[in-house]
C-alpha cells in the first residue's frame, strides 16, 4: 500500500521551532519529488518546499526562505521540515507530497503557532 504519514505537529508560541516528519512506503522513494504543502483556513492549500530525489533540486516558497529547511533519508524513505522562527500566519496543515510515476498526498499534520 502507498502511503505518506506525516508527524511532528503542535502547538508552538512565536519564535519556535518544530520539525516535521514524512514516512514514505509502497513506492521506490529516492525516485520521487518530494514537498511539503500548507492549508490555512480559508485559504487554498500553497506549497512550502520541496526538493528531488537526489536533492540536487531544492525549492522554497518566499514567504518561508531563510526560516524553513526540507531534507530527506532515502535510506528512512523520510522527508523533513524543519521550521524554525515559527509565526502565527505558518499555522496550518502541513501535507507532504510525492510527486513521480504517481501523485501520493498524505493526510496532514497541525501546525499551530500561538502565544
Known amino acids: 500500500q502507498v502511503q505518506l504519514v506525516e508527524s511532528g505537529g503542535g502547538l508552538v508560541q512565536p519564535g519556535g521551532s518544530l520539525r516535521l516528519s514524512c514516512v514514505a512506503s509502497?513506492?521506490?522513494?529516492?525516485?520521487?519529488?518530494m514537498s511539503w504543502h500548507r492549508q490555512a483556513p480559508g485559504k487554498e492549500r500553497e506549497f512550502v518546499a520541496g526538493m528531488s530525489g537526489g536533492g540536487g533540486l531544492i525549492q522554497y516558497a518566499d514567504s518561508v526562505k531563510g526560516r524553513f529547511t526540507i531534507s530527506r533519508d532515502n535510506d528512512r524513505n523520510t522527508v523533513y521540515l524543519q521550521m524554525n522562527s515559527l509565526k502565527p500566519e505558518d499555522t496550518a496543515v502541513y501535507s507532504c507530497?510525492?510527486?513521480?510515476?504517481?501523485?501520493?498526498w498524505g493526510q496532514g499534520t497541525q501546525v499551530t503557532v500561538s502565544p
Open positions: 507530497r510525492a510527486n513521480g510515476v504517481q501523485t501520493i
Open positions: 509502497g513506492l521506490v522513494f529516492g525516485l520521487y519529488y
